[in-house]
């Protein structure tokens, strides 16, 4: 069985007194094995997005299942989606969401604290993740005191402290500058390489070409997919590029 597995997901917003509905998601169907590493690509308003918040448990799909290591995630209770997500995923937000009162630390240990894990445990994991992660030197500062792309280093740190099933990115090289964005995709193509599953949104043809699957989303469907295999990243760009050229003139392989 899959790790990951949508089938016949559907998302449609009714507008508030009799307005049109729209049908953000029309019928999606693909899965994702442990240790993959996917990118979903789309142009704006394709359903991405709606999709990334499905499966973020952030969401939930009018029809449709979504199965996380077997878990239906449209039967979790409302009051226990919170905790679903702590101890299931690890999220990665374009715009990195640290919180300034905290360190840099406090905020990697956030999700821990809620889960009420001892500090012994914390500690332990950082230890693990910081040195990895290039971050060990900025632990004690705040995050208006760090860059950009150590902010995204932290919010990393801060989905895999958990050792969450598979690792969720939204437009994580959004905010990023082009140095930055080479660090961070070499650092998701690092966590993968050590058995991390990770599925990354994104309209970025670089970001997406470092990913092993690439899907593309058009009108709420996923129409087309291609593998890396063998390829090289800039190899894997082209059949990005020549793939969403087709996109844009309406065509499909």
């Not at 009018?62 to 209770?77: F, Q």
């Not at 956030?110 to 894990?117: I, K």
């Not at 989303?217 to 390829?231: E, L, S, T, W």
Request: a neutral charge.
């Amino acid at each position: 069985m899959s790790l990951l597995e949508v089938t016949g997901l559907k998302k449609i917003y009714k507008a508030r007194l009799g307005g049109t509905s729209v049908e953000a998601l029309k019928n999606v169907n693909f899965s994702v094995e442990k240790g993959e590493y996917v990118a979903i690509m789309g142009e704006s308003g394709s359903g991405k997005t709606t999709l990334l918040n499905i499966l973020a448990a952030l969401d939930r799909a009018t029809e449709g299942t979504v199965l996380l290591d077997g878990m239906n995630l449209s039967t979790i209770k409302d009051s226990a989606i919170a905790m679903f997500r702590r101890d299931n995923l690890g999220y990665v937000f374009q715009e990195f969401n640290l919180l300034d009162t905290f360190t840099v630390e406090d905020n990697i240990y956030l999700p821990l604290v809620l889960a009420g894990r001892r500090h012994a445990d914390m500690k332990a994991r950082l230890d693990k993740l910081a040195p990895a992660l290039g971050i060990t030197e900025i632990l004690k500062k705040y995050p208006y005191e760090i860059s950009g792309g150590q902010k995204q280093r932290a919010a990393v740190a801060r989905a895999l402290i958990t050792d969450p099933k598979i690792v969720l990115a939204d437009e994580p090289t959004g905010a990023l500058d082009s140095k930055s964005s080479d660090e961070l995709l070499a650092l998701f193509k690092q966590i993968n390489q050590l058995g991390q599953t990770v599925l990354m949104v994104t309209h970025s043809t670089k970001a997406a070409s470092n990913a092993s699957r690439v899907l593309f989303i058009k009108d709420g469907v996923i129409f087309h997919q291609i593998y890396k295999g063998n390829c090289t990243d800039q190899q894997m760009y082209q059949k990005i590029s020549d793939t969403l050229n087709l996109l844009a003139q309406g065509g499909e392989q």
